[in-house]
């Protein structure tokens, strides 16, 4: 599946009058199971491109703190979130900050805005449904999908790792989210 026709399907869900995670579940069910398969090898490469260390602090201003297991909700979130807000924070994280829900989760304090769990889990979803096949089934599917399209796929470079909890750091990095989460 080409990168275009993934966020087809992802923008499409996101015009949905219903939940995210419900509606790409939903349109992701119409499809066979080969093609579930194929957006989910892309799902996981453009999860893979914003798996970096500079992402993943945005993730930890944001959040207040961010788990291995959260940063994989945020990165689901990131793709949720649609094309632009995926490409603009593949290139700087920092762009986070003029999102709506971030800025509202930084003045009220409550929420968690970008991460979500079931996102990542839509194809599973639909595959399971269609198929009757359980996860364990999808993903030993969705590997020999990428084996057999993308055999010498390289591990994907964080960048370079740094101290979450070093609040000059953050500033230096990621002056406007940290300006909004971090106290004077």
Request: net charge negative; glycine share 6%; charged share 35%.
């Amino acid at each position: 599946m080409n990168e275009d026709d993934f966020w087809g399907i992802v923008e499409a869900a996101r015009a949905d009058d219903k939940a995210f995670h419900e509606a790409l579940e939903d349109r992701l069910a119409e499809r066979s199971a080969e093609e579930i398969c194929a957006f989910q090898a892309r799902f996981d490469e453009l999860d893979a491109a914003v798996c970096r260390w500079d992402v993943w602090a945005a993730a930890h201003l944001i959040g207040g703190g961010c788990s291995d297991d959260s940063f994989a909700d945020f990165r689901a979130g990131l793709i949720a979130l649609g094309r632009e807000w995926h490409e603009r924070v593949r290139r700087s994280p920092d762009a986070l900050a003029d999102h709506p829900a971030v800025i509202k989760a930084a003045t009220d304090g409550e929420g968690y805005p970008v991460f979500y769990e079931q996102a990542g889990h839509a194809a599973a979803k639909a595959y399971e449904r269609i198929t009757g096949k359980d996860e364990h089934d999808f993903y030993e599917a969705v590997d020999e999908h990428r084996d057999s399209h993308d055999p010498d796929e390289d591990e994907a470079d964080m960048g370079e790792e740094f101290d979450f909890d070093d609040d000059a750091e953050m500033r230096a990095r990621l002056p406007r989210l940290a300006e909004l989460f971090l106290p004077a």
